[in-house]
Structure formats: structure tokens, C-alpha cells
């Protein structure tokens, strides 16, 4: 009994790691088949084109997810009214904001429209993902991916696609997988259907929103600035190598998973020592995923990419390795400490990017992330040392 429940544990947490793996891919497996067909260029305006609807999309859905997860847990016999009331409360403020939004960006209506529907159907299948991590159905969550992607992969290979063309296409993915989320969550998302306003949610799910928000923010700040300081060409590139080497980032995550059930009964000592391994190891990762890295950018993708590019980007992503059992050990006393380093994150990198952007262009926006990941490293180091040597003159 004991090693089915391990099994079962094992690989739902190996289906749940490719699913997540394939949606945080989702765009440099598009960007695989776009780039050398298209160029460089016109992959920097379809990122141009979704960065600020995928910025009201997180918005509106900000800390949705953890929200609902605690809802659930404590009142599970209103599943149902929760989520309806969630859903369709988020989709009005989303409705009206993406409305201001569309009427105020200065392009031609064509684009506007193509704009509206990626973003919708990115917005709609979001609340989706709470009743997929409820339930458990994380099996499900990776074959919508698969099947959603698979045939936009697949009519993007075979057709040359205009801006606009893209735009439609890829927001199908996101609508087909909607459709089939409402199918197999019918019980909850079609049973006595009850539109509902109560705003009072966004109020209750602040806390969450904050650490959402923040969390979004610290990884993409410098993208954000960068869409209205670079080129095209360059913010394609840029583009292509933040998101290679925040994957190789994000992948510390889930070799620190084992870990994170006994985090919260770890000593200061049992901590430093896996930070410590968990940085020997990502160092040691990190060479290999540059190495692919260089291959897909020089002999795929065809773009002249310098070894200062590469070192900045393999900078970007190690620290990571380092802080991320941290990160990820909310007490209630450090809660305040990580939004407050996050925060100071968020605006250093924003004056960085600014300034180094303006001066070296794609190389710059590298580096204003590597320096702002450094500097979380170092604060983590030094304060985790702190509350050691604190620790030890109470006892």
C-alpha cells in the first residue's frame, strides 16, 4: 500500500512537472517554427503585440489560483458557487479593462481584434487551472497541452502566418483547451449556471495577488521595458534568450520538489548545506543548457549571438539555484521579508534595465537581470546567516 501511494506520488508529480514544463515552453516551441521562417523581426512584434495583454491577463487573475485553493480546502461542499462566482467576476473587470486597453493602443483595428481574441482566450481557460490542481487531474492538464499545441504547431509549420494570422491561431489553442476543460469540470462550470458580482473577492484574494503580482513582476520587468526600448530584431532576441535561460531557471524548482515537504522542519544548517549543493549542481546544469542553448540560437535559429551574451544569460539563471529553498519556505515571519526584497528587486532590475538597456541593448537587459539575481543570492546568503547566528545565541 505504502509503494503504491509513492508511485501514485511520484508520477503525479512527474505529470505535473511536464505539464507545467510544456506551457512554460509553449512559446519557444512556437518561436522554433516561426523564427526561421519568419525572422527574428517578426517574432519581437508578435512578443510586442502579446506582452501587454498577457500583463492584464496575470491583472485580473492575479493570486486566483491560491485563493481558490484555500476556499476549497475549507468549504469544499461550495466548489461550485465559489468558482462560478470567481469566474464570472474576474471575466467583467477583465471585460472592461481589455476594452480600455484596446481602444487606447494606437494600432489598426485588424490587430486590435486579433489582440482581443489571444487574450481572451488566454484569460478564460485560466480559472481552469485551480479545478485541475483541486482534483488532481494533472493527467488531463497534460494532454489539453498536448492537444491544443500539437495542431497549432503543426498549421504554423505548414502555412506562413501573418501577424494577425498568428494571433488568431494561437488563441485557438487557448479556446480549444477551454472548451475541453468545460467538459470534463461540466459538474461545476455548466451545473445551474449563475452569473455573479462580488467584487469583494479581488479584496480577499489581495494577499495572494500581492506575492502574485510581485512574483511576475521580478521575472519580467526587464521584458516589459525592453518592448518599448528595443527593435524589434533585438527585442526578438532578447526575447528568445531570456526565455531559454528562465526555463533552465525555473527547472531548480523541481529538483528542490523532494525537499520542500520537510522544509518548514529543517534546520538553518540542513538549509545552507542543500542551497549550497543546489548551486555546486546548477552551476555544473547550467553548462550543458548553455552549450544547447548556443546550438538552437547559432545553428537553428541562424542569429550571430556572442559569448557575452551567453555568460550574461548563464549569470541570469544560476543564482536561482541558490535561493530557491528559501523562496519557497513562506513562514509568517518572512512573508513581509520576501515582498519586501522582491519589491526592491523589481525596482532595482527596472532602473538597471533602464539605464544598461539604453547602453549595451540586448546585453544590457541580460545583465540588469544577472546583477538583480546576484543581488538576491547575496541578501539570502547573508540574512539566512543572520538568522542562524540568531538562532544559536537564543539556545
Not at 487573475?61 to 468558482?83: A, C, D, M, V
Not at 521575472?219 to 526575447?239: H, K, M, N, T, W
Amino acid at each position: 500500500m505504502q509503494l503504491e501511494k509513492f508511485i501514485s506520488f511520484v508520477s503525479n508529480g512527474l505529470v505535473n512537472a511536464a505539464s507545467q514544463l510544456l506551457q512554460s515552453f509553449s512559446l519557444v516551441l512556437i518561436s522554433l517554427i516561426v523564427v526561421p521562417t519568419q525572422g527574428i523581426e517578426f517574432w519581437g512584434k508578435f512578443v510586442s503585440a502579446i506582452i501587454l495583454p498577457g500583463l492584464l491577463i496575470q491583472l485580473v487573475s492575479g493570486g486566483n489560483t491560491s485563493y481558490l485553493l484555500r476556499k476549497f480546502s475549507f468549504h469544499p461542499q461550495q466548489i461550485k458557487q465559489e468558482w462560478q462566482e470567481n469566474y464570472t467576476t474576474r471575466l467583467i473587470v477583465y471585460a472592461l479593462l481589455a476594452l480600455v486597453l484596446i481602444i487606447s493602443i494606437p494600432i489598426e483595428t485588424s490587430l486590435k481584434f486579433s489582440i482581443l481574441f489571444w487574450a481572451t482566450g488566454n484569460f478564460l481557460y485560466q480559472p481552469f487551472l485551480i479545478l485541475i490542481i483541486f482534483k488532481r487531474k494533472f493527467f488531463l492538464s497534460l494532454c489539453l497541452e498536448i492537444i491544443s499545441l500539437a495542431p497549432t504547431l503543426t498549421y504554423i509549420y505548414f502555412n506562413t502566418a501573418s501577424l494577425n494570422e498568428l494571433l488568431i491561431v494561437t488563441g485557438i489553442s487557448s479556446y480549444s483547451k477551454t472548451i475541453l476543460a468545460s467538459f470534463f469540470f461540466r459538474e461545476i462550470a455548466f451545473n445551474k449556471i449563475k452569473v455573479s458580482w462580488r467584487p469583494s473577492i479581488f479584496v480577499e484574494a489581495f494577499p495572494f495577488f500581492t506575492l502574485s503580482m510581485i512574483g511576475i513582476l521580478a521575472s519580467r520587468v526587464g521584458l516589459y521595458l525592453a518592448v518599448f526600448l528595443l527593435p524589434d530584431r533585438e527585442l526578438g532576441i532578447y526575447q528568445l534568450i531570456n526565455s531559454f535561460f528562465s526555463n533552465l531557471q525555473i527547472m531548480a524548482f523541481f529538483f528542490i520538489q523532494p525537499f520542500m515537504k520537510h522544509m518548514y522542519r529543517m534546520s538553518s544548517k540542513k538549509m545552507r548545506i542543500i542551497a549550497n549543493k543546489m548551486f555546486a549542481f546548477g552551476s555544473i546544469f547550467l553548462l550543458p543548457g548553455t552549450g544547447l542553448i548556443w546550438l538552437l540560437l547559432e545553428l537553428y535559429f541562424k542569429l550571430d549571438i556572442s559569448l557575452a551574451l551567453l555568460i550574461a544569460g548563464y549569470l541570469m539563471g544560476l543564482p536561482y539555484y541558490y535561493y530557491a529553498i528559501y523562496m519557497n519556505r513562506i513562514t509568517e515571519n518572512s512573508e513581509r521579508m520576501i515582498i519586501r526584497i522582491s519589491l526592491i528587486s523589481i525596482v532595482t532590475n527596472l532602473v538597471l534595465s533602464f539605464v544598461l538597456i539604453n547602453a549595451m541593448e540586448v546585453l544590457g537587459a541580460l545583465l540588469a537581470n544577472a546583477i538583480t539575481q546576484w543581488g538576491l543570492l547575496v541578501f539570502h546568503f547573508f540574512y539566512n546567516e543572520q538568522s542562524k547566528s540568531t538562532q544559536i545565541s537564543k539556545v
